[in-house]
């Protein structure tokens, strides 16, 4: 594992952003830095989306909701993108990764980590309600418990 291997959580929030924008100014000008993306967006379900059975009409405009929002967080990971090469990080050296889960689940986080090798995380910060944190933990905070021999950055 390598310090200069950062991997990014991406949910297109505000704070997902200031990572991103931290990155850029911690390691754009670092030799050797390979940045990537964890893209963390919901899947839109395959459905058969004919005829007019009751509640068809409900289904198609929640599907066309969730490629609306879709559209938006591709449009922001692009421009994250940008941010990234704009302050110096080498373009080949920034990749994109598509998360499973659609929000920042910790142990997806946590093994996407380990498969590749990276040293550094960043994510924004996620507010929680205090009573899903007592109960469940934020993401961060299941983060820090399991992550060994890597730094956690977390932005806000």
């Not at 963390?40 to 289904?59: T, V, W």
């Not at 066309?64 to 080949?92: H, P, R, T, Y």
Request: aromatic residues 4%; proline residues 2%; contains cysteine.
């Amino acid at each position: 594992m390598v310090w200069q291997r950062i991997l990014i959580v991406f949910d297109h929030t505000s704070n997902a952003i200031k990572a991103v924008e931290y990155v850029g100014r911690m390691f754009g000008k670092v030799s050797g830095a390979a940045v990537t993306l964890v893209g963390l967006f919901e899947s839109i379900p395959e459905h058969d989306l004919e005829g007019d059975a009751p509640g068809m009409e409900k289904l198609r405009a929640s599907i066309s909701a969730m490629e609306i929002e879709n559209e938006e967080e591709k449009k922001a990971l692009i421009a994250a993108i940008d941010s990234l090469a704009g302050q110096g990080v080498a373009c080949d050296r920034i990749d994109v990764l598509k998360g499973e889960s659609g929000h920042a689940n910790a142990e997806e986080i946590l093994s996407i980590a380990q498969k590749g090798d990276y040293g550094t995380i960043v994510m924004g910060h996620h507010e929680s309600g205090a009573l899903a944190a007592f109960i469940s933990g934020d993401p961060e905070t299941q983060l820090l418990h399991k992550l060994a021999g890597r730094t956690l950055c977390i932005v806000a």
